[in-house]
């Protein structure tokens, strides 16, 4: 199964490698996953230096809100898909290597390897004073096209495809915990040792969680949740 997540992510980071663009990729809880090169020659930091950080540890030292210095309320992409809404391109400042900050054009995107599979957080950026007016849009696009075909899941461009309880479901403390590791990613048998639980529980409290939020998939559950302030991310 873990093995099933790793692939679906390969689909997504590969094509972003060598992209002209900046790019970096974190799960839900901000630790990051992928830096591709133009990342490093825009802000300086190579992946050595961030990969399972997170986001807003970065250069804790001199700043402690990390890479975005505007972002103390928390994360662009996770606000947006909390609001209901496709996150958009943005102008912002990000921490270089050498601690100063740097303009940039910020596209977020919330991307699953499969339509079934935890979301990740993945931001396309350039320098803000040498892009050009569409560059950003272009980069999404740019993303979609790369990974069309793959299984990949574009949520944030259909955050509305289902329907959201009105009103925020009860959920139990220990399908709170399963939903959180399910947001991360975590396989069931994961969730089982780290729980001390069967597996044959967890997928109960699965299951339980997905009819709470009348949730057809895994994913869904995570969105809804999101979306419902269900899940302490910020």
Not at 49 to 64: C, D, K, M, N
Not at 184 to 191: E, F, H, S, V, Y
């Amino acid at each position: 199964m873990q093995e099933k997540r790793e692939m679906a992510l390969e689909g997504i980071f590969d094509p972003l490698t060598d992209a002209p663009f900046g790019a970096y990729a974190a799960s839900l809880d901000q630790t990051i996953l992928f830096w591709n090169q133009s990342a490093r020659r825009i802000l300086g930091y190579s992946p050595d230096e961030v990969l399972g950080r997170r986001s807003y540890e970065i250069a804790a030292g001199t700043a402690p809100e990390g890479l975005f210095p505007s972002h103390r309320d928390g994360c662009p992409s996770i606000r947006r898909l909390r609001d209901g809404l496709v996150p958009h391109r943005v102008q912002t400042r990000m921490r270089c290597a050498s601690g100063e900050t740097k303009l940039v054009s910020l596209t977020p995107m919330v991307i699953a390897g499969t339509t079934d599979d935890a979301p990740i957080l993945v931001h396309l950026f350039r320098d803000a004073v040498v892009v050009n007016g569409s560059e950003g849009d272009d980069d999404a696009d740019w993303v979609r096209r790369s990974t069309s075909g793959t299984g990949t899941d574009i949520v944030s461009d259909h955050p509305t495809a289902y329907a959201v309880p009105e009103v925020s479901p009860m959920l139990t403390a220990r399908e709170r915990e399963v939903l959180g590791l399910v947001s991360l990613g975590w396989a069931t048998p994961r969730i089982a040792e780290e729980l001390n639980i069967s597996p044959h529980t967890v997928l109960n409290h699965i299951r339980h969680f997905r009819r709470k939020l009348s949730a057809p998939t895994k994913l869904d559950a995570v969105v809804t949740a999101i979306r419902l302030g269900i899940l302490p991310i910020d």
